[in-house]
């Protein structure tokens, strides 16, 4: 938002127990905050759950179809879930917090949600209490009678503004965005609709649709290859060798992790040793020592490092994409490519990216940042493994997924309760009563107990009355 001299005004989602919008502009306002949210999160700024279908109305069905594999989004598949995405997300901030309550300092990433609560408004309205203390806000695209209103009027002024957090927000101009100009604003998260298709990427010809396609596989693309899930090690032409040195696989994961974007020498200090490094020359010797170890795997004399790391004008470090990828960009890539395809196509595309995931993402790494990228790792391949289960042609296919889905996220209970209900529809009692056993376990060994919810459907399934 801006004042009429130019000047910004934010305005805090977190204290606003809700934001609807109202009047002729709402609808260009909501996309245009979308819109801007999203980018952050590809940035790794913040995450947005939000609706599929909702989506697909702000954006239109061509870009909504495209962002599905971003960085930092969760898509629900109805406001149901989505909730429950939400409330897996304060149960682990409301964790985190409660570990930590001795820093005064510690900042939780934000997150909006994005949905359409229908005849969930007043478990929505409970989850925002915590909006505030646990870095949540969200933008409600229905009836909301709590919270704070908006009336946005067709040239993008608020015409009126009640409830909480809207002090001096009146007669302000709001930010809107038209679908035709959807895609603009997102390009910087989403492949560029004019890029033309590597031969990897093709698919089959309309008239050798009778034929059935090739698995989708992660294409060759460059010489090397840099592995972060599961184990640390780079590979090419010459070979493949482990990487010991704790502060080279911190700088590779750095740099994984800003595919995109140049990071400075200031960064990399501040990230690996707090801003001060432990010798004068540590950052040099260690960017030197990481060129070589990519030198060797492609095969290539140390003098050429700066082909593989590249120092772009002197002003950030990033890895050749030329050259090297790593099996984390393999994975998204795929699920990015698993949101435009149909349900057969997208079924092999995510089971392609789940089966990169050997195990966890960079694994001992004695960072925050790191454990904050893990964590969104694995948000996106339990849920791929979520839709896998939906679009799975038998039913014991389905739990499969789901099982492993809780394998990887033990904690994650809604997951418990898809199974349970899986386990319904096999007729497999005693699966139901491990499944409940196998979570209270967990749940025991973080101090905690199964949700009201979980209990309930428990006895429910298990109840022969």
């Avoid at 820093?103 to 005849?119: I, Q, Y």
């Avoid at 969930?120 to 709590?146: I, M, N, Q, T």
């Avoid at 030198?295 to 082909?307: I, K, N, R």
């Avoid at 454990?371 to 939906?390: C, E, G, I, P």
Wanted: aromatic share 4%.
């Amino acid at each position: 938002m801006g004042a009429k001299d130019g000047t910004p005004v934010a305005i805090d989602l977190t204290r606003t127990r809700g934001l609807r919008l109202l009047g002729h502009g709402a609808q260009a306002a909501e996309r245009a905050l979308l819109a801007q949210l999203l980018v952050k999160a590809g940035r790794g700024d913040c995450r947005v759950i939000a609706t599929q279908e909702n989506l697909h109305r702000l954006l239109g069905t061509e870009i909504a179809s495209r962002i599905g594999g971003i960085a930092g989004l969760y898509v629900a598949a109805s406001a149901e879930d989505a909730l429950n995405q939400l409330g897996a997300e304060l149960v682990q901030r409301s964790r985190e917090v409660d570990e930590d309550r001795t820093s005064r300092e510690r900042t939780l990433m934000p997150l909006v949600c994005f949905l359409d609560p229908g005849e969930h408004r007043e478990r929505l309205k409970a989850d925002l209490g915590l909006g505030a203390s646990r870095a949540v806000g969200a933008v409600v695209l229905g009836d909301w009678p709590h919270g704070t209103t908006l009336t946005i009027n067709s040239d993008g002024v608020v015409a009126d503004a009640v409830g909480l957090s809207c002090d001096g927000l009146m007669n302000l101009q709001v930010d809107r965005l038209q679908e035709a100009d959807v895609a603009d604003r997102l390009a910087a998260i989403i492949p560029a609709t004019s890029k033309q298709p590597t031969a990897a990427e093709k698919l089959p010809d309309r008239q050798d649709a009778t034929v059935p396609g090739p698995r989708p596989v992660v294409p060759s693309g460059p010489p090397g290859l840099i592995r972060l899930i599961g184990r640390y090690e780079v590979s090419g032409p010459a070979g493949a060798c482990g990487v010991q040195a704790a502060d080279m696989r911190a700088l590779l994961a750095l740099l994984a992790e800003n595919r995109t974007t140049l990071v400075t020498q200031a960064v990399i200090e501040d990230k690996l040793w707090d801003g001060e490094p432990p010798s004068r020359h540590r950052f040099k010797v260690l960017v030197k020592a990481t060129r070589g170890k990519l030198c060797d795997a492609l095969g290539l004399p140390s003098s050429q490092g700066t082909a593989v790391i590249r120092n772009t004008g002197g002003y950030g470090y990033a890895i050749n994409p030329e050259l090297f990828t790593c099996d984390v960009w393999q994975l998204r890539d795929l699920l990015t490519k698993a949101a435009a395809l149909a349900d057969a196509d997208k079924a092999a595309a995510l089971e392609a990216a789940v089966d990169l995931y050997v195990g966890p993402y960079l694994p001992d790494l004695p960072y925050g940042w790191a454990h904050h990228d893990a964590r969104n790792l694995v948000r996106d391949v339990v849920q791929a493994l979520s839709q896998l289960a939906t679009l799975a042609d038998t039913r014991e296919r389905g739990v499969a997924y789901l099982e492993r889905a809780t394998g990887i996220d033990p904690a994650a209970e809604h997951l418990y309760r898809a199974r349970m209900h899986a386990y319904t529809d096999l007729g497999q009692l005693t699966a139901i009563h491990n499944c409940y056993d196998q979570l209270v376990e967990v749940l025991k060994e973080r101090g905690r107990r199964p949700e009201a919810q979980t209990v309930q459907l428990y006895r429910r399934l298990t109840d022969p009355n």
